[in-house]
């Protein structure tokens, strides 16, 4: 499918299949549906999955990803979905099991994806299968693989579920046609992506009066505490800021390091040399021609800085792509230009950071900190009550949970009671 008006028809008939097949769903018990999603998740974790092999292969030749970063990222994307992670989820968000029972309105949520990061597809499929929802999946640009093979792998394990679920995409984020034929049957509207087109599918959902969850332009950063200033924990930042070339929302573009700013580059030092070093074993992708010379600009421009004050404030991790940090003197939650860039900002205080992110709370996602075991709940607190919706320790941002509320919104207690079940 290609442009709104061609991808219609196919759209039409996706959403016509999946409201067919999903009154079947009626029957199921939520608690088998949840424990066919945990077996189709170790079909791709386990050790040779013909589902993974497919979906790296593919993933690796059209989108911008290298083969080792897609092994590493789509498995974290799929970990979360165990049985014992989902039925925890349905206890925490909405009671029990027997909520899910509950008779709703239209019974069909259409998912507008990302085009940043590939494998989105899992976890909102799974969730809306374990409402006793069908859905309709609109891949990203740039991963026009994994839900047609998710969806697949599902069939296999039980055809008369995965038929309650459809892949299909169209160029563009809201193009007229095949959007129209994606709301027609549509109970609920959930979406990712920017800011502009969430609210014009904001917008056109509001004009068919059909509920709508967007998720827009979110930001992450890094909090490092002085007594937590040593090699581990720049190895862990590395981790976080390499993975996905940091292309996706939990990835850390700015890092508050307490102490002075020999402190603040030293520990850059540190980073860059573990960020070289993940260059061979999980290596970048490829970059667009507006990517590469946005990347040379962030270098550029910290390059000068650094030659009118007379110190070093940029470091190089290797070739272009493989990393690239910079000393800031201003405080604050700048962007980068992503593909492993890293602003360090060196702060007296912890408070000082803290005033900042909590500046930056309608845009702050998450925040990964580094700090000693005793001191990280008190730390973690007051993040979350800044607005960070996702605090861990550094090295593991990248890897969320189903306990992770994106945007501060619930999993699917909100979906419940947009479709009626509550």
């Given amino acids: 499918m290609d442009d709104g008006a061609s991808a219609a028809p196919a759209v039409d008939a996706a959403v016509r299949r999946v409201l067919t097949a999903q009154p079947r769903l009626e029957r199921r018990d939520p608690r088998d549906l949840a424990e066919l999603v945990a077996r189709t998740a170790v079909a791709w974790l386990e050790p040779g999955s013909p589902w ?5 292969a593919a993933l690796a030749e059209s989108g911008p990803f290298s083969r ?37 309105g239209r019974r069909l949520i259409v998912h507008v994806l990302p085009s940043n990061l590939p494998g989105h597809a899992a976890i909102p499929s799974a969730l809306t299968l374990l409402l006793r929802c069908g859905g309709l999946l609109k891949s990203g640009r740039d991963d026009r693989v994994f839900a047609p093979l998710w969806v697949e792998s599902i069939c296999a394990l039980d055809p008369e579920v995965g038929a309650c679920l ?12 095949a959007l129209e034929a994606a709301l ?76 002075s700013r020999l402190v603040a580059r030293q520990f850059a030092e540190a980073v860059c040399g573990e960020l070289a070093a993940r260059a061979t074993a999980l290596p970048s992708g490829r970059r667009s021609a507006g990517e590469t010379l946005d990347l040379r600009r962030f270098r550029e421009a910290a390059a000068w800085r ?8 940029l470091y190089e991790c290797g070739g272009a792509g493989d990393g690239s940090i910079a000393i800031e003197d201003e405080v604050g939650l700048r962007p980068t230009p992503l593909h492993r860039c890293l602003r360090i900002v060196a702060v007296e205080r912890v408070e000082e950071a803290l005033v900042v992110l909590r500046t930056h709370s309608r845009l702050l996602e ?13 730390i973690a607190n ?12 550094l ?28």
């Fill in 306 to 313: 650094g030659f009118g004050a007379g110190e070093r404030v």
């Fill in 395 to 422: 090295g593991t941002m990248q890897s969320p949970d189903l306990s992770w509320r994106q945007g501060g919104r619930p999993r699917i207690a909100e979906w419940c009671g947009a479709i009626g079940m509550q």
């Fill in 68 to 104: 080792p970063m897609l092994e590493l990222g789509l498995r974290r994307m799929i970990e979360p979905l165990s049985y014992a992670a989902l039925e925890a989820l349905v206890r925490r968000e909405i009671g029990d099991w027997s909520a899910l029972e509950q008779q709703g």
């Fill in 166 to 177: 459809e892949p299909v995409y169209w160029a563009g984020a809201v193009p007229a046609g």
């Fill in 184 to 259: 027609a049957g549509a109970g609920l509207v959930v979406a990712s992506g920017g800011d502009a087109a969430m609210a014009d599918l904001a917008r056109r959902c509001a004009v068919a009066a059909i509920p709508f969850i967007g998720h827009g332009h979110r930001i992450s950063a890094a909090l490092v505490v002085g007594d937590a200033i040593e090699r581990r924990t720049a190895a862990a930042l590395a981790d976080d800021v390499a993975l996905w070339d940091q292309l996706g929302c939990l990835s850390p573009q700015v890092c508050f390091v307490e102490g």
């Fill in 366 to 378: 998450g925040v990964g900190v580094g700090v000693g075991t005793d001191a990280f709940p008190g």
């Fill in 382 to 393: 007051r993040l979350r009550e800044i607005g960070a919706h996702h605090v861990v320790p």
């Fill in 52 to 56: 993974m092999q497919r979906a790296v």
